[in-house]
């Protein structure tokens, strides 16, 4: 089914896919990333916050069969706040790794982050190459 | 007072920090300080702003007329910029010494006939430790994420809810009855089409809810912040060299000595009563070589070392401060016997609009072996505001 949401390929029979957030500057970054089946069933979610900046990763920590790549989605939403009120623009990118290879997962709704305060969600749809 | 930089200052000020949550007045301007144009002796060590402006009028300790205007920046934000994550500014004293030091440019100008000198002063100000710091106040940092972690939790993505929004619509449109589709499996249809129709409309209207939380909690986690930050311990150094202008033409310009300083305060920080209000402040200053106008000689200048020692208390909440202050003025002048002055000062400092401060200062002195003591009143605009980092993120 075409969803209108960017597709992200894994192959189940590979490595589990790693999960990258780079984000740089001062703002404090917070996130969620949620994996739902097309029933809306969660099936794993992992939140945090990313101070780092660049190369916060983290495995996408499930199991994933063939069947269940034809429906499942990745959900991301979080936030962006700078602690001093600092001006924008900030921005926040993620990218799924699977055995070396990089995708970017788009960030659909990046809004301006002026005064410092911005708040961002996607959502993509993984499939089998 | 130039009323148009004025003007164009408190515009951009209001521009550019409209809503900044954590506007706390910017400190003293170490230009200002080491051409002894501050509203105070004993200054505000609080941490920098990435980019502040002040603006100066008034009579100084010599009783002359003066304008001036100063300019302060935060170097290392503005080179390294998005190069400093939160987490290597909260971990590594460096990096916070390096961020919060300032460089300041400032110059004034004698407005009067007896005094018609332009200075210029170039300061340096590194703040040791502040514990009023908005970028280390962890209790902040919780707040936000716990109100991001109740958004983020409800939140769906607005391009799930567009894929859902494109899924029903195909639904609503096939009106009639498919083939081989019972009357009963055709009004179950129509049915489920409803209720995804009535829970997407749900939806979305709590997408909006959440997104209006947020921001209403977030807006409440910097206000708190800013109650608990705006008088906290802290403590600088600062050093700045000096040039003047007898005459105020450029050409004549010479350099005027310098000054060091130091400035502690503390916030009472582990007394509740008094931690939400109240601030004592210390300052030990030396300057040398300072040219000034000779009160006993109209149209004269001499040049004098000077000493300052002195202490304050400053009460008040985050958008209104009053600051008492008194300090002891050893002046050693070339070819004359040492003075010594002892000065008490009070000031007010009101916060206009976001990023934008007025400080209003009255003083006198007392001691003075020729008996000229004088009274000096400083008025001086401050705008402080963060930087528009121009680069661009990751994302981009």
């Known amino acids: 089914m075409k969803t209108g949401m960017n597709d992200i390929y894994l192959a189940p029979d590979k490595e589990k896919p790693t999960l990258t957030i780079n984000m ?4 404090l970054i917070t996130y969620l990333f949620k994996l739902v089946d097309g029933n809306e069933t969660v099936l794993w979610t992992h939140s945090g916050k990313n101070k780092k900046g660049t190369n916060q ?26 602690l001093d009120g600092s001006e924008k623009p900030y921005s926040v990118a993620v990218t799924i790794t699977q055995d070396g290879k990089d995708q970017r997962m788009p960030i659909d709704n990046m809004p301006d982050t002026k005064n410092g305060v911005a708040n961002y969600d996607s959502a993509v749809r993984l499939c089998v190459p | 007072m130039r009323a148009a930089p004025a003007l164009l200052l408190a515009a951009a000020a209001l521009q550019a920090n409209a809503q ?22 004993v200054t505000r060590p609080s941490s920098p702003k990435a980019l502040a402006a002040a603006l100066l009028n008034g009579m100084d300790q010599s009783g002359n007329f003066q304008t001036g205007f100063a300019i302060d920046t935060t170097p290392y934000l503005m080179i390294r910029g998005v190069k400093v994550s939160l987490a290597s500014y909260s971990e590594h004293y460096l990096t916070r010494l390096l961020a919060r030091a300032s460089l300041s440019l400032g110059t004034t100008r004698g407005a009067t006939s007896t005094d018609k000198s332009t200075r210029l002063a170039s300061g340096l100000r590194a703040t040791l430790f502040d514990l009023g710091d908005p970028l280390g106040d962890a209790q902040l940092e919780s707040c936000i994420e716990a109100a991001a972690t109740a958004y983020e939790t409800g939140f769906v993505p607005q391009s799930r809810i567009d894929s859902m929004e494109k899924e029903l619509a195909a639904r609503e449109s096939e009106t009639a009855r498919k083939d081989g589709e019972s009357d009963a499996q055709f009004v179950e249809r129509q049915l489920k089409t409803m209720m995804d129709r009535r829970d997407l409309e749900k939806r979305k209207a709590k997408n909006a809810q959440l997104a209006t939380k947020l921001g209403a909690d977030r807006t409440k986690c910097m206000a708190d912040s800013r109650k608990r930050n705006f008088n906290r311990s802290s403590m600088v150094i600062a ?57 006993a000689n109209s149209g004269q200048f001499l040049v004098q070392n000077r000493a300052v020692i002195g202490g304050g208390v400053r009460v008040g909440k985050p958008n209104f401060q009053v600051f008492w202050e008194g300090t002891y003025i050893h002046r050693h002048a070339a070819g004359a016997v040492p003075d010594g002055t002892f000065e008490t000062a009070m000031s007010a400092e009101a916060r206009i609009t976001d990023g934008l401060w007025l400080n209003l200062g009255i003083g006198t002195e007392s001691g003075r072996s020729n008996g000229a003591n004088k009274l000096f009143i400083l008025t001086n605009f401050k705008w402080g505001l963060s930087p528009d980092r121009t680069s661009k993120g990751p994302g981009n």
């Open chain 2, 20 to 41: 900044s949550p954590t506007d706390l007045a910017p400190p003293e301007s170490p230009a200002f300080t080491v051409l002894g144009m501050s509203p105070q002796n």
């Open chain 1, 24 to 27: 740089e500057g001062l703002p």
């Open chain 1, 57 to 82: 990763q983290f495995p996408l920590d499930t199991t994933l069969t063939v069947p269940q790549l034809d429906q499942l989605i990745l959900e991301l939403v979080g936030t962006v706040t700078s």
């Open chain 2, 239 to 295: 050093g700045a060299p000096a040039w003047i202008s007898a005459t105020g033409q450029n050409a004549d310009m010479k350099w005027n000595g310098g000054g060091a300083w130091t400035s502690i305060a503390y916030g009472f920080d582990n007394v509740p009563a008094l931690r939400n209000t109240t601030q004592i402040l210390f300052e030990g200053l030396y300057r040398s070589r300072e040219t000034v106008a000779d009160p």
